[in-house]
């Protein structure tokens, strides 16, 4: 058939299904009619003379119109079967738009959608540019010629026929009992459990086909008609003996058995598709489509008898006269010639599928082989594989059903959608595990007794990471292993604020991360102390269900995995630096711009690196603690401020050091060197007048401390060992010594150390609310990986003086005081009257 329209220029254009056929040229409504879906559709092609146009091809085959009308009135199809005849054709239609058909059809002929049977029906669905082309497409006439064959008739004469019905031994009726289908993966274990996003696979086994025969069985006694020479000896004596033979023509009717089978009506259903329905599933079903299709031979003979050879010759015998010549017989001559004719030759109508032999259509003597009917199983397997479970789909067991769909062979369409039972459910539970990890900062961590908790550090980025590997579920495929797949979001929740990407971020959102890891910068404002960062997996089929569990949601109605990982907010203790020397007039102008109007911005640092340990002056820089001869910038040749003279410092931490009770303690610890810078000796120091030894501790309190901002502080103080001490050895026992000079002691007795450098050493340690808390080297903790901020600081142990003298120091060495140039040598009395 041959359709002529007008070319779409939209994306809306109608299409043709399939067909109605008519038996009257009549409206539908009262004719009788069927329909017939396209089995072919051949591409549009141009119209070469008027490129507007398209012509339609469409193919239907004879067989499926034949069975389709047979199937709905046989009266109709044996009418064409008879005689032929003119049937009518209306086409049935939808609406493609965009390439989407608004309506469809189903090989039985049932309609779904925006379907159109009419012409005025498909005409006023759309404003179509030529209406008048969808006229081709209705009232369509197709003349039929004669097919006698399509319906055996019984043969005449026939002296029995007996119609048999035959079902296979499989049929609609129990192919529950042998259809089995079943939802796999060789991974997990899909009933039990099986994640969302994994696939599956549906494999099983289905009978082929199955068939109902009605056959006709033909048998009986046919009288063959046999015309046969007889040959007689005549023999008689009338005084000589005669002797002669004499042929004559008979014709008898010899009787003849004969048994064949014919094929009235074959309905034969074969295998076409079959659907698993399972909420699990891509939009709940599964389809398995075009399965199997049967090679089928079905043959009507036109010749089921072949009669026998019908001239046969046959010797009569001796015929004795006596003495006259006798007559011929006329005796039943059946017995001379039956055995001489041979047997009806049969011949069954032909079935068979897929090779096997239903009805053998083999000539045979007399009797044919009964049809065999099928009665045991023929299992088509069947396989789809790599059906993904939707990732959204949610935790729990997914029962299953299953269809096996059966076809016509003969009529086409689906006729039997067979159940397939006991079809295994799909459990989804889709698992995540959560494992918190955060970076522990031991390196930067002052504290005195350090935490059993990781260590974040104020002012300092820190890393945290949601690990997704661990152990779940004791079931196939889950155990211990990664889940990083089945993971929606990983989250972390921090009580304290924190900044990302120079975004501050409040306390108590959860953020989710991106990458397999995140860093954060915690603000130098956030309390000291100890938290819980909180962390979550959350699954890809969450949805908006927020049930959690810890660790892993082993749960199926849990859809959330947490942890926490218990941390501690630690404050800085650091940058200690000389701000200013009060040795005038040598080091005012380093400290102090021309008139002593404002302070310059130089000090001198603990180190060449900054408080995270980064490079920011040279190991020769010359400001660096402690001060030594050439550390003024201007005049390479003054020395280390004398004893006697007040150094002024500051140190600065980071943290809740806030409280009135807070306080920097500095301890010293005093030692001495000779000026070439050998001989570096601990020692301890007297006072003149009384010989009692004494150290000057240093203890910052609240009102040395300026709040320079918010979790900031700078702490100012100075320091000044008086000119007219005495420095002694640490071993040396002064009192002893005292007592063996029986107290007449002098300052140039060889137990006092003079001309040299005093070094003071300073033990640095914050107290918070009552409590030591850092400390500046935290020698107790330093081998174990703690922070030494002199080392981080890059306190440089060895120095150079203007001279050339190398002096080795000890971390923590921050002034050098000259001994031989006290203040008492630089100043002297001098009264005037």
């Known amino acids: 058939m041959v359709t002529h329209d007008k070319a779409a220029v939209t994306g809306i254009r109608y299409t043709t299904l399939g067909w109605t056929i008519k038996r009257y040229n009549s409206p539908i409504a009262g004719n009788q009619s069927v329909r017939v879906k396209l089995e072919t559709y051949c591409p549009d092609k141009v119209d070469p003379n008027n490129p507007e146009y398209l012509y339609g091809y469409f193919v239907i085959h004879k067989e499926r119109i034949f069975q389709s009308i047979n199937s709905a009135y046989p009266e109709w199809a044996q009418e064409l079967y008879t005689n032929g005849g003119t049937v009518y054709l209306d086409g049935i239609m939808t609406v493609t738009q965009n390439g989407v058909k608004q309506g469809s059809m189903s090989e039985g002929g049932a309609l779904s959608g925006e379907v159109y049977t009419t012409y005025s029906g498909i005409a006023g669905a759309r404003n179509w540019r030529d209406k008048e082309g969808l006229k081709s497409h209705f009232d369509k006439s197709v003349y039929f010629p004669a097919n006698p064959g399509m319906i055996e008739a019984p043969v005449e004469g026939d002296e029995n026929v007996e119609v048999v019905t035959v079902t296979s031994g499989i049929n609609m009726d129990n192919l529950s009992s042998v259809n089995r289908l079943w939802i796999s993966s060789d991974e997990f274990n899909v009933s039990r459990a099986i994640p969302s996003s994994e696939c599956v696979s549906i494999g099983g086994s289905l009978q082929k086909y199955y068939y109902q025969a009605t056959y006709e069985h033909h048998y009986g ?270 989250q972390v929740k921090f009580p304290f604020p924190v900044v990302s990407d120079g975004r501050q971020i409040a306390a108590d959102s959860w953020i989710t991360i991106l990458s397999e890891s995140a860093e954060f910068l915690l603000p130098v404002s956030v309390p000291e102390g100890d938290y819980n960062i909180s962390y979550r997996s959350i699954a890809i089929n969450a949805e908006n269900n927020v049930a959690e569990q810890k660790y892993a949601n082993t749960d199926k109605n849990n859809y959330i995995a947490t942890g926490s990982v218990r941390v501690t907010v630690i404050g800085r203790l650091y940058d200690f630096c000389v701000t200013n020397v009060i040795d005038y007039p040598r080091w005012e102008r380093v400290f102090w711009k021309e008139g002593k109007t404002a302070r310059t911005d130089m000090v001198y640092f603990s180190g060449t690196n900054n408080l995270n340990g980064i490079r920011q002056r040279k190991p020769d820089s010359l400001y660096l603690v402690p001060l030594i001869k050439g550390s003024h910038p201007y005049d390479s040749s003054i020395h280390a401020p004398g004893l006697g003279y007040r150094m002024e410092f500051s140190v600065r931490t980071i943290g809740s050091m806030w409280h009135a009770e807070d306080s920097v303690e500095l301890v010293p610890t005093y030692y001495y060197m000779e000026r070439d810078g050998s001989r570096l000796r601990q020692v301890k120091l007297y006072r003149k007048d009384d010989l009692q030894e004494f150290y000057l501790p240093v203890s910052l309190k609240a009102e040395d401390r300026t709040i320079t901002a918010e979790g900031m502080q700078t702490w100012r103080g100075s320091y000044q060992i008086p000119a007219d001490v005495y420095i002694a050895n640490a071993e040396v026992d002064l009192a002893d010594y005292v007592a063996q000079k029986k107290g007449r002691i002098r300052q140039k007795d060889p137990v006092f150390l003079r001309d040299g450098y005093l070094i003071v050493y300073f033990s640095i340690q914050t107290v918070k609310e009552g409590k030591p808390h850092l400390d500046y080297e935290n020698r107790q903790n330093v081998n174990n990986g703690y922070c030494d901020m002199w080392k981080t600081e890059g306190y440089q142990t060895v120095r150079v003086d203007s001279e050339g003298h190398v002096f080795s120091f000890q971390e923590g060495m921050v002034f050098v005081f000259d001994q031989k140039k006290n203040m008492h040598t630089d100043y002297t009395s001098v009264g005037t009257h």
């Open 221 to 490: 006694t046919r009288a063959v008609p046999v015309t046969a020479s007889v040959t007689y000896t005549l023999t008689w004596n009338d005084g000589r003996t005669h002797r002669e033979q004499v042929t004559v023509t008979k014709s008898v009717e010899v009787p003849r058995e004969y048994s064949y089978w014919k094929i009235r009506m074959i309905n034969l259903c074969y295998l076409k598709n079959a659907e698993v329905r399972n909420g699990a599933l891509p939009d709940g079903n599964v389809r398995l489509e075009n399965l199997y299709y049967p090679n089928v031979t079905v043959q009507k003979n036109t010749d089921s008898m072949t009669l026998p050879e019908t001239v046969v010759a046959v010797d009569g015998g001796v015929v004795a006269g006596g003495t006259t010549r006798p007559a011929i017989p006329d005796s039943d001559i059946l017995p001379l010639i039956d055995n001489k004719t041979g047997k009806i030759i049969v011949k069954n109508d032909v079935f068979s599928v897929d090779g096997e032999i239903w009805m053998n259509g083999a000539a045979c003597e007399e009797k044919t082989p009964e049809p065999v009917t099928l009665s045991d199983e023929r299992k088509q397997s069947v396989q789809k594989n790599d059906i993904q479970i939707p990732g959204a789909t949610a935790n729990q067991i997914y029962e299953s059903v299953g269809t096996a769909e059966y076809a016509s062979y003969f009529s086409g369409g689906i006729v039997n959608n067979a159940m397939v039972p006991d079809i295994n459910p799909v459990a989804v539970h889709t698992p995540v595990v959560c494992v918190g990890m955060s970076t522990d900062d031991i390196g930067f961590n002052q504290q005195i007794i350090p935490t059993k908790y990781k260590s974040l550090i104020l002012g300092r980025t820190f890393t945290v990471s949601v690990g997704t590997a661990g152990t779940h579920l004791d079931e196939k495929g889950y155990g211990t292993r990664e889940y990083r797949k089945y993971v929606k979001a990983r």
